[in-house]
């Protein structure tokens, strides 16, 4: 089954930047939607942004759209969220999921594979 292991989270300060990493392995078929959730302490878990890995489209959720950005990098089988611009309430647990299919999925029950999660911290 696939495998998702994040990293590059951290603590950083309001105004700064920092890229989440997906390494992706076990993987069968190139028909997959890579997403990236966060859930913030005491909150439910939100979509954050998708990526269909053969086609390329991504969907990326209002509140960070101009801030972050999905992608992807084949040769590295690695997705990637760009985050920039952080604010506090960007602050959550960040994790990387992975559904077969060629539909970009926002709902987390749709991916059955998930990472360990990685900690964002943006101070204020």
């Known amino acids: 089954q696939v495998q998702l292991v994040e990293s590059g989270g951290g603590l950083v300060q309001t105004g700064d930047s920092l890229r989440l990493s997906c390494a992706v392995s076990r993987r069968t078929s190139s028909n997959v939607i890579m997403g990236w959730f966060r859930q913030a302490l005491g909150k439910e878990r939100e979509f954050v942004a998708g990526?269909?890995?053969?086609?390329?489209?991504?969907a990326i959720v209002n509140s960070v759209k101009g801030r972050f950005t999905i992608s992807r990098d084949n040769a590295k089988n690695t997705v990637y969220l760009q985050m920039n611009s952080l604010k506090p309430e960007d602050t959550a647990i960040y994790y990387c999921?992975?559904?077969?299919?060629?539909?970009?999925?926002?709902?987390?029950?749709?991916?059955?594979?998930w990472g360990q999660g990685t900690q964002v911290t943006v101070s204020s």
């Open positions: 999921a992975a559904r077969y299919g060629s539909n970009l999925a926002l709902i987390g029950g749709d991916y059955p594979y």
């Open positions: 990526v269909s890995w053969s086609a390329g489209n991504t």
